[in-house]
């Protein structure tokens, strides 16, 4: 975990790149974002990717055995993984990358206002022409390239993941508990109490990375007015204190008076709150199919195994999203600096994006496409194929991660007052006021 003074570091300067960004958006080297073909002979050289992801995770794994293959017929290429997994200091990176025009060929972004601005400056390749071009934007699931859309519907990155968020619960212990899963998300109190009455804690929670608290601030609205109420409030076209803030806000103190949380989640780590859930500590877990290998296989604690189960993200009443549409992301994606893209990278591009599916889907995972089959582990338990068979039934309108769409300082200062909020310390008034005026200090609106 960062401490405050480093993250605030960080902060200024990712504030400091993207002035710079502004200001020498108009000396970039020329290039064309719609030149997804470009003329010339593929001339073998070593490329470089700058990622954000875990050194011996699938991603980076499959990517490296396909570079190899590619080696093998085009002496002389090498794929250059620069690897910071750690995001904050990664984006710190990315960023000051960025303002000195110095990104790669290939580099990690989410959809945030930054990249946008690369984009609207003419350095990231148009990927929804590059798919286009090479044949293969019908084998992608609509959700993970939306997932990876700006606000206006294009798309400058490549999903290389797809995931679908649920509530992971313990059967055993809402039986003894005398609790029901949640059909509404106003449920959740009544569940939380039901729990903790019988001595369990209700939801096992990373606070100590905050990200995982602010999933829950996107539900509500989510539910209550789609996935374009945190488009307006990145743009300052909205507040949070208008209905769906209002409720989201007021759903999150209600969570903590109802003691949905351990007292101290905000010192837990993702660790320890996942053993909090594996061990049977903890009856409730929202976390990500990223983690089937941990809760549906023979991996996991037998006392728990054969008490797992999970829900999708319950609605709200008058709802404008649909059941089957919650958090789906595609991971962070990778963007093609159209500076550097030549008849090489193009290739490259080709192949591997042609290659991967099959070879990620073979590992387990879920692939960003519809068509690669995941192989089901020889040690999964039954809930493992029903994770994967669930991809057939995803909604198109995504609930995005917030903090992949805010400003970094709002997003900072939001992750800390939901801390607040839920531990009682401050009402939904004094978030709401404290998020409105951090909103307006920060909004490019």
């Given at each position: 975990?960062?401490?405050?003074?480093?993250?605030?570091?960080?902060?200024?300067a990712?504030?400091?790149?993207?002035?710079?960004?502004?200001?020498?958006?108009?000396?970039?080297?020329?290039?064309?974002?719609?030149?997804?073909?470009?003329?010339?002979?593929?001339?073998?050289?070593?490329?470089?990717?700058?990622?954000?992801?875990?050194?011996?995770?699938?991603?980076?794994?499959?990517?490296?055995?396909?570079?190899?293959?590619?080696?093998?017929?085009?002496?002389?290429?090498?794929?250059?993984?620069?690897?910071?997994?750690?995001?904050?200091?990664?984006?710190?990176?990315?960023?000051?990358?960025?303002?000195?025009?110095?990104?790669?060929?290939?580099?990690?972004?989410?959809?945030?206002?930054?990249?946008?601005?690369?984009?609207?400056q003419?350095?990231?390749?148009?990927?929804?022409?590059?798919?286009?071009?090479?044949?293969?934007?019908?084998?992608?699931?609509?959700?993970?390239?939306?997932?990876?859309?700006?606000d206006?519907?294009?798309l400058?990155?490549?999903p290389?993941?797809?995931?679908?968020?649920?509530?992971?619960?313990?059967?055993?212990?809402?039986?003894?508990?005398?609790?029901?899963?949640?059909?509404?998300?106003?449920?959740?109190?009544?569940?939380?109490?039901?729990?903790?009455?019988?001595?369990?804690?209700?939801?096992?929670?990373?606070?100590?990375?905050?990200?995982?608290?602010?999933?829950?601030?996107?539900?509500?609205?989510?539910?209550?007015?789609?996935?374009?109420?945190?488009?307006?409030?990145?743009?300052?076209?909205?507040?949070?204190?208008?209905?769906?803030?209002?409720?989201?806000?007021?759903?999150?103190?209600?969570?903590?008076?109802?003691?949905?949380?351990?007292?101290?989640?905000?010192?837990?780590?993702?660790?320890?709150?996942?053993?909090?859930?594996?061990?049977?500590?903890?009856?409730?877990?929202?976390?990500?199919?990223?983690?089937?290998?941990?809760?549906?296989?023979?991996?996991?604690?037998?006392?728990?195994?054969?008490?797992?189960?999970?829900?999708?993200?319950?609605?709200?009443?008058?709802?404008?999203?649909?059941?089957?549409?919650?958090?789906?992301?595609?991971?962070?994606?990778?963007?093609?600096?159209?500076?550097?893209y030549?008849p090489?990278?193009?290739?490259?591009?080709?192949?591997?994006?042609?290659?991967?599916?099959?070879?990620?889907?073979?590992?387990?995972?879920?692939?960003?496409?519809?068509?690669?089959?995941?192989?089901?582990?020889?040690?999964?338990?039954?809930?493992?194929?029903?994770?994967?068979?669930?991809?057939n039934?995803?909604?198109?309108?995504?609930?995005?991660?917030?903090?992949?769409?805010?400003?970094?300082?709002?997003?900072?200062?939001?992750?800390?007052?939901?801390?607040?909020?839920?531990?009682g310390?401050?009402?939904?008034?004094?978030?709401?006021?404290?998020?409105?005026?951090?909103?307006?200090?920060?909004?490019?609106?």
């Amino acid at each position: 975990m960062f401490q405050p003074s480093r993250r605030f570091t960080l902060l200024a300067a990712a504030a400091t790149a993207a002035i710079i960004l502004t200001g020498c958006g108009s000396t970039s080297p020329a290039a064309d974002p719609t030149d997804v073909d470009p003329d010339g002979e593929v001339v073998p050289r070593e490329i470089s990717w700058l990622l954000s992801r875990p050194a011996d995770g699938g991603v980076i794994t499959t990517m490296q055995q396909i570079a190899d293959e590619y080696a093998k017929d085009h002496p002389g290429f090498a794929l250059n993984l620069i690897t910071t997994p750690d995001r904050p200091s990664y984006i710190q990176k990315y960023e000051t990358l960025a303002a000195a025009n110095k990104l790669p060929e290939l580099f990690d972004t989410d959809a945030t206002p930054f990249a946008q601005k690369l984009a609207k400056q003419g350095r990231m390749v148009d990927v929804d022409l590059l798919l286009e071009d090479l044949g293969l934007a019908d084998d992608y699931r609509p959700a993970a390239l939306n997932y990876q859309r700006f606000d206006d519907g294009s798309l400058y990155m490549v999903p290389f993941e797809f995931q679908l968020e649920f509530f992971w619960y313990n059967k055993a212990l809402f039986e003894q508990a005398g609790a029901t899963v949640p059909a509404t998300l106003d449920d959740f109190p009544q569940m939380c109490t039901d729990l903790r009455t019988a001595g369990v804690t209700p939801i096992a929670l990373d606070g100590q990375d905050q990200w995982p608290l602010e999933r829950y601030m996107a539900y509500y609205p989510f539910r209550m007015a789609g996935p374009e109420y945190v488009q307006d409030l990145k743009n300052g076209d909205a507040s949070f204190a208008d209905p769906a803030g209002r409720a989201a806000a007021e759903w999150l103190h209600s969570l903590g008076e109802a003691g949905c949380f351990s007292p101290g989640f905000s010192a837990t780590g993702y660790a320890d709150a996942q053993a909090q859930f594996t061990s049977g500590a903890a009856a409730v877990y929202n976390i990500g199919t990223w983690e089937l290998s941990n809760l549906a296989t023979e991996a996991l604690d037998p006392a728990v195994r054969d008490s797992v189960d999970y829900f999708t993200l319950p609605t709200i009443d008058n709802a404008v999203t649909a059941d089957n549409e919650y958090v789906t992301p595609s991971g962070i994606g990778m963007a093609v600096n159209a500076k550097t893209y030549d008849p090489l990278v193009r290739d490259f591009l080709a192949f591997a994006l042609e290659r991967y599916p099959e070879l990620y889907a073979s590992s387990g995972a879920l692939s960003p496409t519809s068509s690669a089959t995941t192989t089901i582990p020889d040690n999964a338990t039954p809930l493992y194929g029903r994770a994967v068979e669930q991809t057939n039934n995803v909604g198109e309108a995504i609930a995005m991660p917030w903090d992949t769409q805010l400003d970094p300082a709002t997003n900072t200062r939001l992750q800390q007052e939901l801390t607040l909020l839920v531990q009682g310390e401050i009402t939904p008034d004094e978030f709401i006021q404290t998020m409105d005026k951090t909103l307006a200090e920060n909004s490019d609106g």
